[in-house]
C-alpha cells in the first residue's frame, strides 16, 4: 500500500467540490474546515477570506464559528482590533462551543494588554460554557496576579 501525500491544494480542491455541490450548511461546514486548514498551513489572508465568505453565507452558528476562527487568523496577523470585532460576535451568539471558543480568545488578547479582570471574566465565561481549557487559563491568571489589584 502506498502512503499518501496530502497537500493544501488538494485539500482545497475537495473542499471546493462540496462546497459547489453541497446544501448550504455542508457547504459552510466545508469553508470553515477549509479556512482551518488554511490557517494551519500558516496562509492566513486565505484562510480570512474563507472565513469572512462563510459569514456572508448567513448560517448563524458556522458564521460564529468562522468569526470565531477569524479572530484567531487576525491575532496571527497582529491585527489585534479586528480580532477582538470578530471575537465578539460569537459570544453574543448563544451559542456555548463557538462562544466559549471565542470568550478564550478575548481573554487572551486581554491579557497581553494587561487587562487581567477582563480576561479573568472572559476565561471564567469560557469556563462556564464548557471550554476544556478555561480552568486552566483561569488558573494560571489568578496566580500570575494574586495579590496584585488592577483597576
Known amino acids: 500500500m502506498q502512503p499518501h501525500t496530502y497537500t493544501v491544494s488538494a485539500a482545497r480542491s475537495l473542499f471546493e467540490q462540496v462546497v459547489e455541490s453541497a446544501d448550504p450548511t455542508t457547504a459552510a461546514r466545508a469553508m470553515v474546515s477549509l479556512g482551518n486548514v488554511l490557517a494551519e498551513q500558516g496562509r492566513s489572508l486565505e484562510a480570512a477570506s474563507v472565513f469572512e465568505r462563510v459569514v456572508e453565507l448567513g448560517d448563524a452558528p458556522l458564521a460564529a464559528s468562522a468569526l470565531s476562527n477569524l479572530g484567531d487568523v487576525l491575532v496571527a496577523q497582529g491585527d489585534r482590533s ?35 479582570n477582563e480576561a479573568i ?31
Do not use: C, I
Not at 470578530?86 to 471565542?102: K, R
Not at 471550554?131 to 491568571?141: C, E, Q, S, T, Y
Open 82 to 116: 479586528s480580532a477582538h470585532r470578530a471575537y465578539e460576535l460569537p459570544v453574543q451568539s448563544g451559542t456555548p462551543a463557538t462562544a466559549a471558543g471565542a470568550l478564550m480568545g478575548l481573554g487572551n488578547l486581554m491579557v497581553a494588554d494587561g487587562r487581567f
Open 121 to 151: 471574566d472572559a476565561f471564567q465565561r469560557a469556563e462556564e460554557a464548557g471550554h476544556p481549557d478555561a480552568a486552566v487559563r483561569l488558573g494560571w491568571l489568578r496566580g500570575k496576579t494574586a495579590g496584585r489589584r488592577f483597576a
